[in-house]
């Protein structure tokens, strides 16, 4: 009994497995190529239909040509990297019609083409615009990165682009008087604009510190013998920016001539250069 069970699940077996092989996609040729030993399968992100496929072929065949790898090979090293819809979707090809990797790819890409991105142009280039708040060296990155995948691209076009889309008026400039012929040289003037620019930010912060820092020093100092001569800061405001003394009427002792009048006039002397008596 245990015999003729494992006898069907054999012949099912064998089925399923010529099943298979009469529906896949590539032609005996393909399939006859045996598999390198030292072959190892791509490890990258599996293909689901919700990216764009041409980047996936890009991606797979680079990996593919480190390893020097054969077209017969790539064909059938290609399915295991999709999933899903993807994967679905090589179930869908004719038998044995796949005879090259060319044609296989093409077929993958015209499937998947509503994945696609949109091919960027000149005219997105000439789109950008720097931010209000945005910083130089912000605006520079972001440029640089829209002009990847642009084919084509003229270098005219580039400096034209960075013209109108800054907002410095002395890269604006220099760019006017003197373009540049290559990217990188665009990017070194860049650089240079970038650092001006961080310059003057911190020599600004710098600046506004210290006018913060004197806004909180001026008062009133109320000097009394009852505080053992001690100044007293009194604030009138953000806005005031001298020092200004006030002496109160001295105590008897002090209107008799005692030592304290001598102390409080030492102490004011102290504050001299830029004391207003009121």
């Known amino acids: ?33 045996p598999l390198p030993r030292d072959f190892k399968q791509p490890k990258m992100e599996k293909y689901d239909e919700s990216s764009d496929p041409v980047d996936h072929l890009r ?5 593919m040509r480190l390893q020097a790898t054969l077209d017969a090979i790539m064909c059938r090293a290609f399915s295991p990297t999709l999933r899903r819809e993807a994967r ?37 280039l000439m789109q950008l615009a720097q931010g209000k708040d945005e910083l130089l060296k912000d605006f520079i990155a972001r440029f640089n990165r829209a002009t990847l995948g642009i084919k084509e691209l003229q270098m005219s076009t580039v400096v034209t682009a960075m013209m109108s889309g800054t907002r410095n008026c002395h890269l604006k400039m220099s760019l006017s008087k003197n373009s ?3 990217m990188h040289e665009l990017l070194r003037r860049g650089e240079k604009y970038v ?10 912060g710098m ?5 913060s820092n004197k806004r909180k020093i001026p008062g009133q100092l109320l000097l009394s013998k009852k505080q053992g001569d001690e100044p007293m800061l009194e604030t009138r405001g953000d806005d005031e920016e001298k020092i200004i003394y006030h002496q109160l009427a001295p105590s008897v002792g002090t209107a008799h001539g005692g030592d304290s009048g001598g102390d409080l006039q030492n102490v004011v002397g102290l504050f001299s250069p830029v004391a207003t008596p009121v």
Do not use: C, G
Request: avoid cysteine.
């Open 207 to 211: 600046k506004d510190e210290h006018k």
């Open 59 to 63: 991606s797979f065949v680079d990996l």
């Open 195 to 204: 650092d001006a620019e961080e310059t003057y930010l911190i020599t600004k």
């Open 180 to 182: 540049s012929n290559t």
């Open 88 to 124: 679905d979707w090589v179930a869908t090809l004719l038998p044995k019609l796949i005879r090259t990797f060319d044609e296989f790819s093409k077929n993958f890409a015209t499937h998947f083409a509503s994945s696609k991105h949109v091919m960027k142009t000149a005219i997105n």
């Open 1 to 33: 009994m245990d015999r003729k069970i494992v006898e069907a699940m054999s012949s099912k077996s064998s089925r399923q497995q010529s099943m298979v092989l009469e529906e896949d996609p590539f032609s005996l040729e393909v399939m006859a190529v």
